[in-house]
């Protein structure tokens, strides 16, 4: 009886560790904040700003297209980083991966559009429209 309720006890134990707030807090820990550039982003420059948080001293690799950027970054205490990569198509899709010294990964993507060169964007050519369309009918 005795080792049955010692057997109970320890699964108890165990389950409260694994559901326990401080374990749950420990999961949390790990992130990717990706700042720039935002999902959609339109440019006609070559190159494109990439920016973002995640936990301190953690190894950050940039994906252009699923080809690694030659340099991978090292995040320090701040948990900041920032470079510049070269985009060469028409849609490009930036992925950041992020290793965590707890020796888990995350990934974060956005799309980017490079324009060519003296092409409007879609959204200003669609506001100067409809800017033009409301003092006509004024």
Known sequence: MRK???????????V?????PAAKADEAKNFI??????DNYMTSAGKVLVSGET???SKV???INGK????????GAAGIFVTQVSISSKENIITVKASFPSGDTETVSRKVYQL????????????????KSF???K
């Open 4 to 14: 049955k309720i010692a057997t109970v006890m320890m699964v108890f134990i165990a």
């Open 68 to 75: 690694q950027d030659p340099k991978e970054l090292s995040v």
């Open 33 to 38: 904040n990706l700042s720039e550039p935002k």
């Open 16 to 20: 409260l560790m694994l559901f326990s």
């Open 135 to 137: 003092l006509i009918l």
């Open 55 to 57: 936990v301190p001293n």
């Open 61 to 63: 690799v940039v994906l």
């Open 116 to 131: 060519e060169k003296g092409q409007e964007l879609p959204e200003l050519g669609s506001l100067i429209q409809t800017l």
